[in-house]
């Protein structure tokens, strides 16, 4: 079964800490694993996809083929990086809808 | 340019009428996708078209439910008999080809079913 776990539904850190918002995938295959946000009144939005293996706004996420895990990662949180973050797969057939996980909210404090 | 846009954006509804709900696409994108977000729960994918042929409708959840599309354009999704579990945000997505294209996604339609 095609599946994308987010174990976390809310994660609490304080400004400057390391951040990492976990993602567990099932999939039979090899598929594309994005990132999503949506901060607070804002419609949700790409923060990165794997293949770009590329840091937006500080945050990086590896794909572990062996662990079938894409982790959210940033070394120091910002005040302004709190929101919902999904994790999300994609086959690699035309027209594939994304999978989502049920998010997790991130919440930085001063 | 303009994103992709949604009406209404917001939509209270009686158990058992009719709603459609309306998604324009970036000018340009091919493929077009609805999903939904009930409360506490992740987006569910419900319907998928390339142009105005809709390849995957599998996430339906029942026959209550269809979507249309002109050409390449706005679609619209239509909920029949409305219960009070329909109740969620509809998401429209659009991207400029089928695959690996990058999604983006309206504002949403909030439903509510009394």
């Known amino acids: 079964a095609q599946r994308v776990t987010q174990p976390e539904k809310l994660l609490s850190v304080f400004k400057g800490a390391p951040v990492e918002l976990k993602c567990n995938y099932s999939?039979?295959?090899?598929?594309?694993l994005f990132w999503y946000v949506q901060y607070s009144r804002q419609r949700l939005q790409l923060l990165l996809r794997?293949?770009s293996r590329e840091s937006i706004k500080g945050f990086t996420a590896d794909l572990n083929k062996g662990e079938t895990s894409f982790h959210l990662k940033k070394p120091f949180a910002q005040e302004e990086d709190s929101a919902m973050y999904y994790c999300?797969?994609?086959?690699?057939?035309?027209?594939?809808?994304?999978?989502f996980g049920k998010g997790t909210t991130l919440s930085v404090s001063s | 340019g303009a994103g992709v846009s949604q009406s209404p954006s917001n939509k209270v509804t009686e158990k058992g009428k009719d709603v459609e709900l309306r998604c324009d696409p970036i000018?340009?994108?091919?493929?077009l996708y609805w999903y939904r977000q009930r409360l506490g729960q992740g987006l569910e994918f419900l319907i998928y078209?390339?142009?105005?042929?809709?390849?995957?409708k599998s996430g339906l959840p029942s026959d209550r439910f269809s979507a249309e599309r002109t050409g390449e354009s706005v679609s619209t999704l239509t909920i029949q008999r409305t219960q009070q579990e329909d109740s969620a945000v509809y998401l429209c997505?659009?991207?400029?080809?089928?695959?690996?294209?990058?999604?983006?996604f309206g504002p949403g339609t909030r439903l509510t079913v009394l």
């Open positions: 999939y039979s295959g090899s598929p594309e």
């Open positions: 078209f390339q142009g105005n042929s809709a390849p995957d």
């Open positions: 000018s340009g994108h091919t493929a």
């Open positions: 997505a659009s991207s400029l080809s089928g695959w690996g294209g990058t999604q983006y």
């Open positions: 794997h293949i």
């Open positions: 999300a797969l994609s086959g690699h057939q035309a027209g594939t809808a994304l999978i």
